[in-house]
DNA sequence: CTAAATGCAAAATCTTTGCAGCCTC
DNA sequence: GAGGCTGCAAAGATTTTGCATTTAG
């Protein structure tokens, strides 16, 4: 019996400092970050870093359910980590800056907020209007 | 003196059948539309109808605060009349369609739900679920 | 070494803009 | 008629993809 050259079946991902700083970015963040955010920060730590490589891994984590989504109602979009449990936002409409909200201050009464007939799984909600810094500020 | 040609001042807009089929379309529907579906739908009664010329109606109907923005939590961006008052939506996970609520199941607690310094002004709810049709469907 | 990951640039989307001709007023 | 409006196509903006090279394991 010959030895077959073990057929390396790699399916894993590899471990790079670029994927390590994008995480590390989005973990370390008080709140969702968007995109352009994401790849100044990287930048600093991990020069030339494309913007291509932080879509690509962004997508991955989303996949790995890593990070979600975050899609305000501006439009903006923005990644945050998973596993903070249901929660919602505050946007800041001066500095723009969103939080993280620890309370959840929807009460849905099923049929009565829709019509009879509509089944609500789940909701999403932000919060607008001032952080305490730009109220200091003003 | 002479009579010099009266300048015509005419700011006002015109009123084009594009124009007009673009707000009725917008008007008669029961929730917020998609560019796309403005898009087809205008097709039928103006064919040859341009892309460009719906988001450049969008956009005036917007600045003259006749129909409003609004973007699911998805970043599907769609148009419906403004007027409507204070009132969230509700999005069917199966269909699509997107539904006015006529209640408003959120009472925010000012500094509760944020902490101590954030102002509260104003908040976006979309609820997700199914909707009627879907349900009577599965 | 081998194959996955990166960076660059090209491609794919979606939205806006420039321009010649058309249509309101 | 004059100037706004339209349709087309080109230009922007954002995100994805192809490919040669680099790099993790």
Known sequence: MNHPKTPRVSLGQRKTRQRDE?????RSAQGPLTVQEIYERTQQSVPGLG??????????????????????PTGETRYEMSGLGHHHHFHCRSCNEVYDLDDC?????????VGEG?????????LYGLCPECIEAA
Chains 1, 2 share one sequence.
Request: no cysteine; hydrophobic share 50%.
């Open 105 to 113: 201050p929807v009460t849905v009464q099923t049929g009565a907020a």
């Open 22 to 26: 994008i995480s590390e970015v989005i």
């Open 118 to 126: 509509f089944v609500v799984e789940t909701h999403e909600l932000t």
């Open 51 to 72: 913007i291509a490589t932080v879509y690509r891994t962004l997508n991955l984590l989303q996949e790995a359910e890593q990070i979600q989504t975050v899609i305000l």
